[in-house]
């Protein structure tokens, strides 16, 4: 079962920060928190990654709580192009493996 | 650098038959995993091959297998198609060590059982 729980969707203007949520309180402290988004009928796309500290790249910020049971994911200034299936997993990276459950996601809408 | 190629994109079977998938990962990566998308059940993981071996397993039934080849390519099965089996297969690479990057996914091979 996933170990995430997210909103189903969410909306957002297109030009305006999108702050996805996620809770993940049964974390472990071996495993990363990662988000990835997937656009209509392609694969999954990698957006980013952490443990504990927040973490920002090209595309998007991560900020992770202090107790680590959940995070943010902010698209600081959405576009259209960002309108996709947003999902939050955790994987444990010390087993070595890459067996990841993803959930249901939150589907992103940005509207012009 | 080439991205995690996946062949065929698009595949139409009768219920029964076989299917073969195959997924090439990026250079240097040694992990694949395989992926089942459904509108209904989303993403479920099917298996995870490390270096030619089996490392982690889904809750799939034996119809569906898979290995993985010398140079990190990995092929999937699936056996007795049924009309559910109808999905996206994806297939994701990684370096697969204990390091902490990211899975790069394929573009999906899309099969529908008649």
């Known amino acids: 079962d996933a170990k995430t729980t997210q909103p189903p969707s969410m909306d957002c203007a297109e030009g305006r920060a999108a702050n996805l949520p996620c809770n993940h309180s049964?974390?472990?402290?071996?495993?990363?928190v990662y988000w990835y988004r997937q656009i209509h009928s392609q694969g999954p796309q990698y957006i980013i990654h952490?443990?504990?500290n927040n973490e920002t790249n090209e595309m998007a910020s991560l900020i992770i709580t202090e107790d680590r049971k959940s995070s943010t994911l902010i698209l600081p200034h959405a576009t259209l192009r960002d309108t996709a299936v947003y999902y939050c997993?955790?994987?444990?990276?010390?087993?070595?493996?890459?067996?990841?459950?993803f959930g249901a996601g939150t589907r992103l809408f940005v509207k012009a | 650098k080439a991205g995690v190629t996946q062949t065929p994109r698009y595949l139409i079977k009768t219920r029964g038959q076989q299917v073969t998938l195959s997924c090439s990962p990026i250079s240097g990566h040694r992990s694949v995993s395989w992926y089942q998308q459904t509108p209904g059940q989303g993403l479920q993981f099917l298996f995870e091959y490390f270096s030619e071996t089996q490392r982690n397993k889904g809750n799939f039934p034996g119809r569906f297998s898979g290995r993985q080849f010398s140079n990190s390519r990995s092929e999937m099965n699936v056996s007795t198609l049924e009309l559910g089996d109808s999905a996206l297969y994806l297939c994701a690479s990684s370096f697969g060590d204990r390091d902490y990057t990211e899975a790069f996914f394929g573009q999906g091979t899309r099969l529908t059982v008649v």
């Open positions: 049964t974390i472990s402290g071996n495993e990363y």
């Open positions: 997993i955790v994987r444990d990276l010390n087993t070595g493996g890459f067996k990841t459950i």
């Open positions: 952490g443990l504990k």
